[in-house]
């Protein structure tokens, strides 16, 4: 089907076919929503969720319990002015989400192993002297460096959030800081490396007006920015208000990015993105067309491109005078340039031809030929890569790789080009709680600290990208002693190799593990079976706060002023109150409170948010209380403004905060680290280099160790189903969306398996159980599996293929490995080597 005509067919299809944000009642004129019955109570709330929005939700509730939510459907629903910020199928679950049978209730303590799930009930009085005594002693005893506070992603309140903790923390002394996240921690370093400025500022999606050939690589909003008002909206916008704009996706997984309305789904093997860059930098410099077309641009704008172009860079750094720029000088080596790197000349010896690649990326030459042509013929290229590459074994060398390709066709700054980052994203914004200054200097990678509580002594800048020692050599010296984990799942689940985590988290203070783990949360989820303490926050239904967008509205802004629905259930605690009472109990409450209660908070932070520039084009005007406000609900502000990729680079002449102030194709942080930093050498591709190149690496492709056992690629994806594993244990969830292993059709039948057998899936750490999804919508070779489903051993003891006791949950991260990567030390989620057959 042609693409104009599948985009009128699929709006007349609606939601039905996916499970999307997306717009039925604006097919339907007529059916006007339901009327709530008099006594029903309707107040707004909103999803907190990490899936870059915060839809507004109605709450409809009765003699204090609620009885329906509803997706936001006020206004005239016109895009681009005040359409609807729909929420999608797990906004729409909250109510079930909300009385879910597992539920946290009442404080609790552990009773068993940590992991057993034994728990018995106690007081809040009891939870908070525990945690403030227990907190006391092991700061005597190891030190501030000792605390942490875990990465955790689950609620994107202003007021209520977990940054109780950090002042909780911050009261105490401070704690041992985490720089980086598990969404982008390797695209943040590629990011730095090329521009030093974000990984997420791309061209925004309105610019694709302008353009005629957008590349996608993984990048897949449709399915990860599901809001009505979000930014896979605003992507089918753009392709419906550019019918002309030729649109090619390269990912493993056909995606519902995709879903007919690209002009060409070019499935590559997971890891592989560097090659398939690499061969159309190939055709694009060997060609001459870079010569002709893009080498002005190349040599005024970047580092780094020939020998001309570092032996100017080096002589410019050795003339500076800021000292630490003049050091840079010596890491240049001027026969490493990229020119010479892809055509395999001076001392390189292999050409990046389209064949080479071809036989590792799986993308045939004379398709790389055609992208490589429809790159140079296009007038304004808007290429993106998704996160989904940087999550990877070296993720940050894929991401420079793909970055590649906008600077190489010297067009970055005209109107409808991107430079490969993620699209800017506009939106209103709030005050929020503070979590007060932290005394503590060192920090370590997010992803690090499971191995930080068996070796955080000995951990170093030199080998595990400590950072804020005194140099590359100095020991954190200190081992993580107690784990404050705040709407977070990544204690266990969502972080890398369960079973190995598990093994490290179930350590005794005594066995050399952490002497406290206090976890809060609304669920008993796998993390929380892991907490020492088990603090139970009340839920968003029950919250009253202060919201904005979140990080990818898209270009719709929004605050929503929150009101409880419902009292807190059960002996459900706010994080303002729970981290009150445990304030109380170290003495240090008034600096904690400052003196004021939720309701005083809240109309300070209204008071900051009427102050912020945004806030001014609100539709309708904010009214002066936030009593006022919370009547009312949702506030909007579109904001279609366009804005250019590196613009105030390219056409305002302001210099760039890399070390030569310009585009590093050489990077000369990366030049630094890789002449300074230990690597592992018997880690594959654990090594960074100044020029982007494609490392092949452990599990990766080529990884000829774990080809025979381990024949199969799998990659997570975010799924539809969960945001992470948040909403995993909502039924009519697991029912819309299924939690399968897809394979492609060849590999399931050389494996004898028929659609919905239950397979096992194991790599060297684990086994999980799961039904099969034999479709085309995988590339051969590699199997695909939604990310966040919880983590559960088989109660009964089964072991599986692995040697290990079989999850029968289906946890993705039972499979994945430990192993930070070489230069960010973020997670390589993605990279895996699996064997599937029947159960
Ligand atoms: N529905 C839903 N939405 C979400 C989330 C969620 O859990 N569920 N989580 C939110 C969060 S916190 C984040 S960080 C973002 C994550 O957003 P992304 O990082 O973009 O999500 P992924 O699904 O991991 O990856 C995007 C695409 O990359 C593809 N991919 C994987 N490996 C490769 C590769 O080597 N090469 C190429 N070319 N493609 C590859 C995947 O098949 C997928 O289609 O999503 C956010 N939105
Ligand atoms: N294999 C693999 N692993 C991945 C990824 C992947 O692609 N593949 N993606 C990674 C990415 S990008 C990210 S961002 C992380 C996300 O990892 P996390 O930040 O851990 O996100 P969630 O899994 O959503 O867990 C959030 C937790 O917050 C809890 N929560 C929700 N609302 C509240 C509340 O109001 N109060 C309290 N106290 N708790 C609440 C939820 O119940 C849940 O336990 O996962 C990473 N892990
Ligand atoms: S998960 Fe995201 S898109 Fe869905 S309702 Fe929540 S905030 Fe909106
Ligand atoms: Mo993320």
Redesign the pocket.
């Known amino acids: 089907m042609e693409r104009r005509s599948f985009l009128k067919a699929s709006a007349a299809l609606g939601c039905a076919a996916t499970v999307t944000g997306c717009k039925t009642s604006s097919d339907e004129p007529n059916k006007v929503p339901p009327t709530p019955p008099v006594e029903e109570n309707q107040t707004w709330s909103a999803c907190?969720?990490?899936c870059g929005s915060n839809c507004p939700i109605k709450v409809f509730s009765r003699d204090g319990v609620i009885t329906r939510v509803e997706a936001d459907n006020e206004t005239t629903d016109e895009y681009g002015h005040n359409h609807q910020i729909r929420a999608c199928a797990r906004g729409r679950s909250l109510k079930q989400r909300t009385y879910a049978p597992d539920r946290l209730k009442r404080p609790m303590k552990r009773v068993g192993k940590r992991g057993e799930g034994k728990f018995v009930p106690i007081s809040w009085d009891e939870a908070a002297s525990t945690v403030a005594s227990e907190l006391a002693r092991i700061t005597e005893q190891y030190g501030n460096r000792s605390i942490l506070k875990l990465?955790?992603?689950?609620?994107y309140y202003g007021f209520a959030s977990s940054n109780c903790f950090n002042r909780l923390l911050n009261l105490n002394g401070g704690f041992l800081n985490i720089y980086g996240?598990?969404?982008w921690a390797q695209q943040i370093d590629a990011a730095y490396a090329t521009w030093a400025g974000s990984s997420t500022n791309g061209s925004s999606v309105v610019c694709l007006e302008d353009s005629d050939l957008f590349i996608g690589i993984g990048y897949n909003p449709s399915e990860m920015r599901q809001s009505g008002s979000g930014e896979g909206y605003d992507f089918l916008q753009a392709l419906k208000n550019n019918p002309s704009l030729e649109v090619i996706m390269i990912d493993p997984r056909y995606t519902d990015s995709m879903a007919g309305k690209e002009d060409k789904w070019l499935p590559i093997r997971p890891g592989t993105d560097a090659v398939l860059a690499e061969a159309i930098a190939y055709e694009m410099i060997n060609s001459g067309w870079v010569e002709q077309n893009s080498k002005a641009f190349l040599d005024k704008y970047c580092v780094g491109y020939d020998k001309a172009s570092l032996e100017q860079a080096k002589a410019d750094l050795e003339i500076s005078n800021d000292s630490d720029k003049r050091s840079y000088a010596q890491f240049i080596d001027i026969e490493e340039n990229y020119h010479d790197y892809i055509l395999g000349v001076g001392k390189f010896t292999e050409a990046k031809t389209p064949e080479w690649a071809a036989k590792i990326c799986g993308i045939s030459a004379s398709n790389i030929k055609q992208i490589a042509d429809k790159i140079m013929n296009a007038s304004a290229p808007f290429i993106t890569i998704g996160a989904g590459v940087n999550?990877h074994a070296n993720g940050e060398q894929a991401m420079r790789s793909c970055y590649m390709l906008p600077l190489l066709t010297g067009k970055l700054g005209k109107a409808g080009v991107s430079n490969g980052a993620l699209p800017v994203q506009g939106g209103m914004s709030k005050a929020g709680l503070g979590g007060l200054s932290n005394p503590i200097k060192e920090s370590i990678s997010f992803y690090t600290f499971s191995d930080a509580i068996i070796r955080g002594h000995e951990m170093t800048g030199r080998k595990d990208g400590v950072r804020g020692t005194e140099d590359l050599d100095t020991p954190l010296g200190h081992d993580v002693k107690a784990i404050f984990a705040?709407?977070?799942?990544?204690l266990i689940?969502?972080h890398s190799d369960s079973n190995g985590t598990h093994e490290i988290l179930q350590l005794e203070e005594s066995e050399g593990g952490c002497g406290l783990i206090v976890v809060?949360?609304?669920?008993m989820?796998p993390?929380a079976r892991y907490a020492d303490i088990l603090l139970p926050?009340t839920?968003?239904l029950e919250s009253n706060d202060l919201i904005d967008n979140s990080y990818a509205t898209g270009l719709m802004g929004y605050l929503v002023a929150m009101k409880a629905a419902v009292d807190p259930l059960w002996d459900c605690k706010s994080?303002y109150d729970m981290c009150g009472l445990i304030a109380q109990k170290m003495g240090v409450y008034a600096q904690y409170s400052e003196g004021k209660d939720e309701a005083a908070w809240l109309n300070q932070l209204y008071a900051e948010t009427l102050t912020k520039p945004t806030s001014a084009a609100a539709i309708p005007a904010l009214p002066l209380s936030y009593e006022e406000a919370q009547k009312i609900g949702v506030f909007r502000s579109f904001n279609g403004t366009k804005r250019l990729a590196l613009d105030s680079y390219i056409n305002g002449g302001q210099p760039l905060r890399t070390p030569s102030g310009k585009l590093e194709i050489y990077s000369l942080d990366f030049a630094q680290k890789a002449a300074e930093w230990e690597f592992n050498s018997e880690v594959k591709g654990d090594s960074i280099t100044a020029l982007p190149k494609y490392q092949a690496t452990w599990e990766g492709y080529e990884d000829e160790e774990t080809l025979e056992d381990y024949p199969l690629q799998l990659i997570?994806?975010?799924t539809k189903g969960r945001?992470?594993?948040?909403y995993h244990n909502v039924p009519w969830l697991r029912e819309a969306v299924e939690d399968a292993v897809w394979m492609n059709p060849q590999d399931a039948h050389a494996r004898g398996l028929e659609q919905g057998v239950t397979v096992h899936v194991w790599s060297q750490r684990g086994t999980i159980e799961l039904p099969v999804r034999i479709t085309p919508r995988i590339a051969p070779g590699v199997a695909a599996l939604g990310?966040?489903a919880w983590y559960q051993p088989d109660p009964s003891g089964r072991v599986g293929p692995s040697g290990h006791v079989i999850d029968i949950g289906g946890c993705?991260?039972t499979l994945?490995r430990y192993q930070p990567s070489p230069s960010a030390k973020g997670?390589p989620?993605?990279t895996n080597r699996v064997q599937i057959a029947r159960a």
Request: hydrophobic letters at 20%; one cysteine or more.
């Open positions: 907190l969720v990490n990465y955790g992603s689950g609620a996240n598990y969404s999550r705040a709407n977070s799942n990544a689940n969502q809060s949360d609304c669920w989820t993390s926050d839920t968003w994080m997570g994806y975010h945001t992470h594993s948040s990310q966040g993705i991260n994945t997670n989620q993605h």
